[in-house]
C-alpha cells in the first residue's frame, strides 16, 4: 500500500528541539547563529564545561543520541532542563535538525511558546538548556473539565496561530509536546520540541517530509502531501483527547486500515465522556477534524469558533475586572507608567531588562502575561501601534508621546512589540528585579567573561542594530568610572537608578522546584 512505502522518519530523541536556518557546527562542534536583533540574540553560547555552571541531574528524558535531564544552576539554585546531544554519533542532518529548532525558537516570542536560554558546545557533545516544566505533559492533569480544556487549548491555539503567522509548522504537536510549567493550578501550558518544525516553507508548495507522530498525524501527511493545516488537525487530536479521555484513532497497528478511518472521519462522538461535553465543544472537534484539507480550516478561523471565541486564557480564580490584568496589584496606571519609565530610560538599561524578561520563570509573570494579553485584543501574540493608541490614549498621551513609547518599546524595530518587550517594559519601576537575575543579565551581557560590559559585547549582542555610535552611548550609560567599559558595580548602580530601590532579595532556596513555596 502508499502508506507501507513511505518510511517513516525516526525521532533522535523523546522531547527534543533541533533547527537549522541560519547555523552551523565546525569541526570542534562549535554552534555559530545569525540572528538579526539584540531580542533574537538573547540566547547564552558557551564553548565551556556545562558543569561549571549546573549540576546536572535526574534524566528525564532517553532517545538514541542523547539525554534531556534535569540540571540545577549553581548559583542561583533555579531549576532548568538540559538536552544533551552526543555529536560524533550525529549525521549531518540531524544537526541540521537541531540547528534548525535552535533557530526556530529563538525567532519566536509567545507566551505559550517554551523559550531556548542557553547553549554549550564542547568537542562531541552540545547542550541545549530550556526551562524546566515541572508540571509535565498533558497527561498528567487527566481527566479534564471542559473549562481547564478549554482554556489549554485556547493557549495552544494562540501559540500555533502565532508560528503559522510567522510562516513556522510545528508538524509534531500532541499530549507529549504541551507541558504544564509548574504543579501549580494557575499554570499555563508550553508548546515544546521544534525538532521537525519547519520554517520558512513556500506556502504554495506542499510539504512531503513524512514526519511526526501517528496518533495525531493529519491524514495528509501520511499521504506525503501537506501544508500548515497539519498542525489543525493535531489540535483537533489533542482537543478530543482532552474532552473524551481517549484517543479518537487507535488502529495504529494497520496503517492503510488507520489511514480509511482518518479519510472518513471515524471516531466516537457518543462516549459517555464526550456526550456530556457542550455542543460547541463537540463542534469545535468536528471543526478541526475535517479530513479534507480545503474543508479544515486555517488558525486564523480556528480561534474565531464559538468555543473559543471570548474564552478567558487566564486562571479565572485570579480574575479582577478593575484591573488591565488578573491581578489587583498590575492597573491600568500602572501599566502605563511603567511604559512611560521604560521609554525614558538609557538603551543599556531596556536591553539588561529584557534579558531578565526572557529568563524570567513564566508562572511569576502571571499577571505580566495577562496584562499582555488584555492589550493584545486581536490574539496575534504581540502588541501592535492601534492596540497600545488605544490604552494610552485613555490615559491622556498625545499622539507624538504614544509614538516615542511605542518606538522605545519596539526594540527591534519590526512595528511590533513582542512578548518579551513587553515583559521588559513591565519589569520597570516594579522593583520585580532579583538579585540573581541581575547577575544573570550582566553575565549574558559580558558575553567573553571578561568581568566587564564591552563594546564588542554590544556589538555581538545587537546583531544588525549595531552601530559605533550606538554602542558609545550604550556604554556611556553607565561607565562612572570611565574606562570604556561596564563592570558589575557600574551595571548594578545603574540598574538601581537614583532613586534607591532595593531589589528583592531571591527566596527560591535550594531544592525547590518551580511552581513550589519557597520556605
Same mark, same amino acid.
Given at each position: 500500500?502508499?502508506?507501507?512505502?513511505?518510511?517513516?522518519?525516526?525521532?533522535?530523541?523523546?522531547?527534543?528541539?533541533?533547527?537549522?536556518?541560519?547555523?552551523?557546527?565546525?569541526?570542534?562542534?562549535?554552534?555559530?547563529?545569525?540572528?538579526?536583533?539584540?531580542?533574537?540574540?538573547?540566547?547564552?553560547?558557551?564553548?565551556?564545561?556545562?558543569?561549571?555552571?549546573?549540576?546536572?541531574?535526574?534524566?528525564?528524558?532517553?532517545?538514541?543520541?542523547?539525554?534531556?535531564?534535569?540540571?540545577?544552576?549553581?548559583?542561583?539554585?533555579?531549576?532548568?532542563?538540559?538536552?544533551?546531544?552526543?555529536?560524533?554519533?550525529?549525521?549531518?542532518?540531524?544537526?541540521?535538525?537541531?540547528?534548525?529548532?535552535?533557530?526556530?525558537?529563538?525567532?519566536?516570542?509567545?507566551?505559550?511558546?517554551?523559550?531556548?536560554?542557553?547553549?554549550?558546545?564542547?568537542?562531541?557533545?552540545?547542550?541545549?538548556?530550556?526551562?524546566?516544566?515541572?508540571?509535565?505533559?498533558?497527561?498528567?492533569?487527566?481527566?479534564?473539565?471542559?473549562?481547564?480544556?478549554?482554556?489549554?487549548?485556547?493557549?495552544?491555539?494562540?501559540?500555533?496561530?502565532?508560528?503559522?503567522?510567522?510562516?513556522?509548522?510545528?508538524?509534531?504537536?500532541?499530549?507529549?509536546?504541551?507541558?504544564?510549567?509548574?504543579?501549580?493550578?494557575?499554570?499555563?501550558?508550553?508548546?515544546?520540541?521544534?525538532?521537525?518544525?519547519?520554517?520558512?516553507?513556500?506556502?504554495?508548495?506542499?510539504?512531503?517530509?513524512?514526519?511526526?507522530?501517528?496518533?495525531?498525524?493529519?491524514?495528509?501527511?501520511?499521504?506525503?502531501?501537506?501544508?500548515?493545516?497539519?498542525?489543525?488537525?493535531?489540535?483537533?487530536?489533542?482537543?478530543?483527547?482532552?474532552?473524551?479521555?481517549?484517543?479518537?484513532?487507535?488502529?495504529?497497528?494497520?496503517?492503510?486500515?488507520?489511514?480509511?478511518?482518518?479519510?472518513?472521519?471515524?471516531?466516537?462522538?457518543?462516549?459517555?465522556?464526550?456526550?456530556?461535553?457542550?455542543?460547541?465543544?463537540?463542534?469545535?472537534?468536528?471543526?478541526?477534524?475535517?479530513?479534507?484539507?480545503?474543508?479544515?480550516?486555517?488558525?486564523?478561523?480556528?480561534?474565531?469558533?464559538?468555543?473559543?471565541?471570548?474564552?478567558?486564557?487566564?486562571?479565572?480564580?485570579?480574575?479582577?475586572?478593575?484591573?488591565?490584568?488578573?491581578?489587583?496589584?498590575?492597573?491600568?496606571?500602572?501599566?502605563?507608567?511603567?511604559?512611560?519609565?521604560?521609554?525614558?530610560?538609557?538603551?543599556?538599561?531596556?536591553?539588561?531588562?529584557?534579558?531578565?524578561?526572557?529568563?524570567?520563570?513564566?508562572?511569576?509573570?502571571?499577571?505580566?502575561?495577562?496584562?499582555?494579553?488584555?492589550?493584545?485584543?486581536?490574539?496575534?501574540?504581540?502588541?501592535?501601534?492601534?492596540?497600545?493608541?488605544?490604552?494610552?490614549?485613555?490615559?491622556?498621551?498625545? #499622539?507624538? =508621546?504614544?509614538? &516615542?513609547?511605542?518606538?522605545?518599546? $519596539?526594540?527591534?524595530?519590526? %512595528?511590533?512589540?513582542? +512578548?518579551? !518587550? /513587553?515583559?521588559?517594559?513591565?519589569?520597570?519601576?516594579?522593583?520585580?528585579?532579583?538579585?540573581?537575575?541581575?547577575?544573570?543579565?550582566?553575565?549574558?551581557?559580558?558575553?567573553?567573561?571578561?568581568?566587564?560590559?564591552?563594546?564588542?559585547?554590544?556589538?555581538?549582542?545587537?546583531?544588525?542594530?549595531?552601530? #559605533?555610535? =550606538?554602542?558609545? &552611548?550604550?556604554?556611556?550609560?553607565? $561607565?562612572?568610572?570611565?574606562? %570604556?567599559?561596564?563592570? +558589575?558595580? !557600574? /551595571?548594578?548602580?545603574?540598574?538601581?537608578?537614583?532613586?534607591?530601590?532595593?531589589?528583592?532579595?531571591?527566596?527560591?532556596?535550594?531544592?525547590?522546584?518551580?511552581?513550589?513555596?519557597?520556605?
Amino acid at each position: 500500500a502508499a502508506v507501507a512505502k513511505r518510511r517513516r522518519r525516526h525521532r533522535a530523541m523523546g522531547n527534543t528541539c533541533c533547527n537549522g536556518a541560519g547555523g552551523q557546527v565546525g569541526n570542534n562542534s562549535r554552534v555559530v547563529t545569525h540572528s538579526k536583533s539584540a531580542r533574537a540574540n538573547i540566547m547564552r553560547q558557551r564553548e565551556e564545561d556545562i558543569g561549571q555552571y549546573y549540576d546536572i541531574e535526574a534524566t528525564i528524558g532517553r532517545g538514541s543520541i542523547g539525554t534531556v535531564a534535569r540540571a540545577q544552576h549553581k548559583e542561583s539554585k533555579k531549576w532548568y532542563a538540559v538536552k544533551t546531544l552526543q555529536t560524533q554519533r550525529l549525521t549531518k542532518d540531524m544537526i541540521d535538525e537541531m540547528l534548525n529548532e535552535i533557530d526556530i525558537m529563538m525567532g519566536l516570542d509567545h507566551p505559550n511558546i517554551v523559550r531556548p536560554l542557553e547553549l554549550y558546545s564542547r568537542k562531541r557533545e552540545l547542550y541545549f538548556v530550556i526551562p524546566f516544566c515541572s508540571g509535565g505533559d498533558l497527561y498528567k492533569r487527566a481527566p479534564y473539565g471542559e473549562r481547564n480544556a478549554g482554556r489549554y487549548v485556547a493557549q495552544m491555539c494562540d501559540a500555533v496561530a502565532y508560528m503559522h503567522r510567522f510562516n513556522v509548522v510545528h508538524r509534531d504537536l500532541k499530549f507529549e509536546n504541551v507541558l504544564f510549567m509548574s504543579k501549580a493550578p494557575e499554570s499555563e501550558v508550553m508548546i515544546i520540541d521544534f525538532g521537525l518544525a519547519k520554517a520558512n516553507y513556500a506556502r504554495k508548495k506542499k510539504l512531503d517530509e513524512f514526519v511526526g507522530t501517528i496518533y495525531s498525524m493529519a491524514p495528509e501527511v501520511i499521504r506525503g502531501a501537506y501544508d500548515a493545516k497539519c498542525d489543525v488537525w493535531s489540535l483537533g487530536i489533542i482537543t478530543y483527547m482532552l474532552l473524551a479521555g481517549a484517543m479518537p484513532f487507535t488502529r495504529f497497528d494497520d496503517e492503510d486500515a488507520l489511514l480509511r478511518d482518518l479519510e472518513r472521519e471515524r471516531y466516537d462522538m457518543t462516549r459517555r465522556t464526550m456526550a456530556k461535553r457542550s455542543e460547541d465543544a463537540k463542534a469545535f472537534v468536528k471543526y478541526l477534524l475535517k479530513a479534507k484539507v480545503d474543508q479544515r480550516p486555517d488558525m486564523q478561523q480556528v480561534l474565531k469558533h464559538t468555543w473559543l471565541k471570548g474564552r478567558t486564557r487566564d486562571y479565572e480564580a485570579a480574575a479582577n475586572p478593575k484591573a488591565l490584568g488578573t491581578m489587583e496589584s498590575l492597573t491600568d496606571e500602572d501599566m502605563v507608567d511603567n511604559l512611560k519609565k521604560y521609554a525614558s530610560a538609557n538603551r543599556l538599561r531596556r536591553i539588561a531588562l529584557m534579558v531578565i524578561a526572557h529568563r524570567s520563570d513564566s508562572d511569576s509573570l502571571r499577571e505580566l502575561r495577562a496584562a499582555f494579553r488584555a492589550i493584545d485584543t486581536a490574539n496575534e501574540g504581540f502588541i501592535n501601534f492601534g492596540e497600545l493608541e488605544a490604552v494610552l490614549t485613555k490615559a491622556g498621551y498625545d #499622539a507624538k =508621546l504614544i509614538a &516615542e513609547v511605542f518606538e522605545a518599546v $519596539d526594540h527591534d524595530n519590526t %512595528g511590533r512589540i513582542s +512578548y518579551t !518587550e /513587553f515583559l521588559a517594559a513591565m519589569l520597570e519601576g516594579n522593583c520585580l528585579v532579583q538579585e540573581d537575575e541581575l547577575a544573570d543579565a550582566f553575565d549574558r551581557l559580558d558575553s567573553d567573561d571578561s568581568g566587564a560590559i564591552t563594546k564588542d559585547n554590544l556589538r555581538q549582542l545587537l546583531g544588525n542594530q549595531f552601530s #559605533a555610535s =550606538l554602542v558609545e &552611548e550604550m556604554i556611556a550609560d553607565a $561607565d562612572f568610572k570611565q574606562n %570604556g567599559t561596564v563592570d +558589575y558595580e !557600574e /551595571f548594578k548602580k545603574m540598574m538601581l537608578g537614583s532613586s534607591g530601590k532595593r531589589m528583592r532579595e531571591t527566596k527560591i532556596r535550594a531544592g525547590s522546584m518551580p511552581g513550589e513555596p519557597a520556605k
